[in-house]
């Protein structure tokens, strides 16, 4: 069965941002692209239906660790895969629980064969090996399934993000041989991406991009980024990642960012972004809006009944007023999580939708540069 196929349809002239398009069996994304995350299935407070026509997302993303816990891989099964138990017809990317490694650092024990990682449900035992995460990720049968890495902490010294790279690199080989070893579980082709790991020293990145750009993958992710270390050297490391790439391949920066971090590494030549951001942020009031960052919680919005945001084409920010929003939120409405989280993943989106107008027309360097300073305002 055919692969995932990238189709690389303009570079800006002035930068490096890139239009493109990625095609795989459950349908097209357009890129630069955001990905809504739904860590457990589920994207929090909105449904699939508002995922689709309210928010416009062309791919979500899942994760290996949480989807293994609950609800388990004999119910995805049984479902036939991820798409039908979401019931979910779009591209879907899961993460392969590298980011545990990271973030349950007090739970986990990293060894060559693998991590044990110690459940947050029930405290129970579960050894995640390259291996274990290449079956698991076919049993769930996301469309683009990630190696599994360790992923440094931001701030690493160079001894340790090298033996975490070499780490990395030893599983992505255990990774491919077993993804190889085994054919397509469901009836759609499966594309395995690895992940350029090496800390914040060049050395180690460029040596990481070598390594995994040997492996002729259909895409390659960036990872470690976003995890502690200062934006200017993440914008630094994630440039320079870009120029040693294919260009004829899609490039996912993981974990990041806010919106201005989006539009600047698509300045770089990143195509695929993620974040819990605009969903976790926009539960906490926080507003990212067209003209700049809104805490909704402020008493100033009590009585402005101006609509969320007016800046873009969103039925939901269009709708609902600021004052209405605030009201639901401080009385711990669910309907405000939902409208919170529309808002801020539609502003996403249509960020993206935005980007490759201005790359196609040769006009995103200079309508980056004004965007980047309105969206940091704050109102």
Request: glycine share 8%; with cysteine.
């Amino acid at each position: 069965m055919p692969s995932l196929k990238f189709e690389l349809e303009h570079t800006e002239q002035n930068a490096k941002a890139r239009a493109g398009t990625i095609t795989t069996d459950h349908g097209e994304i357009s890129t630069p692209i955001f990905m809504p995350v739904g860590t457990v299935g589920s994207v929090k407070a909105v449904t699939q239906h508002q995922l689709a026509n309210d928010v416009k997302a062309q791919i979500i993303l899942g994760n290996t660790y949480h989807l293994y816990l609950r609800p388990g891989l004999e119910t995805i099964e049984k479902a036939g895969g991820i798409h039908k138990f979401l019931n979910w017809k779009k591209p879907i990317l899961t993460d392969s629980g590298g980011y545990q490694v990271f973030s349950l650092a007090g739970t986990r024990k990293i060894k060559e064969e693998g991590v044990t990682f110690q459940s947050h449900i029930d405290g129970s035992r579960h050894l995640f090996s390259p291996e274990r995460v290449m079956d698991i990720q076919r049993s769930i049968g996301a469309d683009i399934i990630m190696a599994f890495d360790e992923c440094p902490p931001g701030g690493s010294d160079h001894k340790y993000a090298k033996k975490s790279m070499e780490l990395t690199h030893r599983w992505l080989d255990r990774c491919f041989n077993q993804f190889n070893a085994n054919g397509e579980k469901y009836s759609y082709t499966q594309n395995l991406f690895p992940i350029v790991q090496g800390g914040t020293h060049k050395d180690l990145r460029k040596e990481s991009c070598d390594y995994i750009v040997s492996k002729n993958a259909t895409g390659n992710a960036i990872g470690g980024l976003s995890v502690g270390e200062p934006e200017p050297t993440m914008y630094e490391i994630c440039d320079f990642c870009c120029d040693h790439l294919p260009k004829d391949k899609p490039r996912y920066l993981m974990g990041v960012g806010t919106p201005w971090n989006i539009l600047e590494c698509i300045s770089l030549g990143i195509d695929m972004f993620d974040c819990v951001m605009p969903t976790r942020n926009g539960r906490n009031a926080m507003l990212f809006t067209t003209k700049g960052i809104i805490n909704i919680d402020n008493k100033k919005w009590e009585h402005d009944f101006s609509p969320i945001d007016d800046g873009f084409d969103c039925e939901v920010s269009n709708y609902y007023s600021k004052s209405y929003l605030r009201h639901l939120l401080r009385s711990k409405e669910i309907l405000g999580l939902t409208i919170a989280s529309i808002h801020n993943l539609a502003l996403y989106m249509w960020l993206v939708a935005e980007a490759r107008k201005k790359i196609e027309e040769d006009n995103f360097l200079q309508w980056k540069e004004s965007m980047v300073t309105q969206l940091k305002q704050k109102l």
